[in-house]
């Protein structure tokens, strides 16, 4: 997206980054009043018990500095989670440490593990901040296109984004925004690559319980060679609907995880001091309350999906994320981004264009993201709105 202002003041590692679209897009929904299904934000909060923790926890006096790596509670709550879930095991003091976000976890491992000159091999459609933290440690980003219709990993492709300046691979499953969940396969493919060039990969799991149909997420760690070279990264954000509170973590191998936190130490040190104890309590909930979120977002993913579909438009229906995308061709448009600059005034909704995603943009010119993480009168009155103007 074209810059606000000028950058001629600004230093390289955020030249051309402009403003992140999701930031744009929520903005044009404020001013023309049009319902936004471009942010991935829930318009519900989680469980109260979890906002009543942090309510305690404020109460109680956990208001100042929380140790640089995380509240010790909240540490063995999330090696205590990636046991439970997928039998990976954790030392809590060494290989977990708790971040400002996802965001930042993902800056500061690229930060922290990414030299100048060094090669990035990433998903594309990407999330916008990954060429942003790949751009701001000097690295250079080679990108591996998850193409239409089916959006799968394309091995060989894989393979020849490899040189030898490449050090990392940054993947993101459950995929925003495909929806594509990474099957055994297809991460077993990606960890023989990084074996065999001995590469670190750097993995965004925010979504890792938002998986529909029975498809269930496989952390890349667990898979043989792995866990000595992976760095995973989630969130409470997705998983609990609390994305303002901003409480990710990063785990691994003590030596990854130390990369990490010395770039994270002086990029905020600490934050969320009274939040991370009440995270440490929602990871601690029994599972229903991750199945009752999956449950009742897969109904409102088949309730968007099918009111798309009913206006003509192709949907690839997601097997994760909170995320629908749509080839919008059949409504007379080439162009996503012309689409979405059109559509809040032609039918008061906001959507997301994918080819400010791509380096390769011709792959995702005509797709366009919808999030099904609101309301059910809001998407009812969405697609109402997208009725009339497009029926
Ligand atoms: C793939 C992905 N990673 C990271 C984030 C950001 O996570 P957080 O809000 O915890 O920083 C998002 C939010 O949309 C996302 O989609």
């Known amino acids: 997206m074209a810059p606000a202002r000028s950058e001629r003041a600004y230093a390289q590692r955020v030249r051309g980054l402009g403003t992140t679209i999701f930031a744009e897009m929520s903005d044009l929904a404020r001013r023309t009043g049009a319902i936004n299904l471009g942010q991935g934000f829930p318009d519900a909060d989680g469980p109260p018990e979890i906002v009543e923790a942090a309510v305690e ?55 922290g593990l990414v030299d100048p000159g060094d090669e990035v091999v990433v998903l594309e459609p990407y999330y916008d901040s990954y060429v942003a933290g790949i751009q701001m440690a000097g690295g250079v980003r080679r990108p591996v296109t998850l193409r239409a219709p089916d959006f799968r990993l ?3 492709a894989l393979r020849a984004a490899i040189t030898p300046r490449t050090r990392l691979v940054l993947l ?29 990969v750097v993995t965004d799991e925010v979504y890792e319980h938002l998986t529909y149909d029975g498809v269930e997420h496989v952390p890349i760690a667990t898979l043989p060679g792995m866990a000595e070279r992976t760095v995973t990264i989630s969130s409470a954000g997705k998983t609990f609907s609390f994305t303002g509170w901003k409480v990710g973590w990063a785990t691994g191998p003590a030596e990854l995880v130390g990369a990490v936190l010395a770039a994270k130490q002086y990029l905020t040190f600490t934050s969320g001091a009274p939040l991370q104890p009440a995270v440490a309590m929602a990871l601690g909930l029994p599972d229903a309350v991750l199945v009752d979120l999956r449950v009742d977002l897969q109904r409102r993913r088949d309730v968007l999906c099918d009111g798309l579909a009913s206006l003509g438009l192709a949907v690839f229906v997601p097997a994760g994320t909170y995320f629908a995308t749509t080839d919008i061709s059949p409504l007379g448009y080439a162009d996503g981004t012309a689409f979405c600059l059109d559509l809040p005034v032609r039918a ?3 959507a997301i264009p994918h080819q400010v995603f791509y380096d390769d943009a011709a792959a995702g010119r005509a ?3 919808w999030a099904f993480c609101k309301r059910d009168d809001v998407l009812a009155e969405a697609l109402d709105r997208l009725g009339r103007a497009f029926g």
């Open 57 to 111: 926890a404020m109460r109680t006096g956990h208001n100042q500095y929380a140790p640089g790596p995380g509240v010790p509670a909240l540490r063995a709550a999330i090696a205590a989670h990636q046991a439970r879930h997928y039998g990976i095991g954790l030392d809590p003091d060494a290989e977990v440490v708790v971040t400002t976000g996802a965001t930042e976890a993902v800056a500061a491992a690229l930060l």
């Open 172 to 200: 993101n499953s459950p995929h925003n925004p495909t929806g594509t969940v990474l099957t055994h396969d297809e991460l077993a493919a990606v960890a023989e690559v990084a074996v065999e060039h001995d590469l670190v």
């Open 348 to 350: 008061g909704v906001v």
């Open 154 to 156: 394309d091995v060989d």
């Open 367 to 369: 797709l366009v993201r």
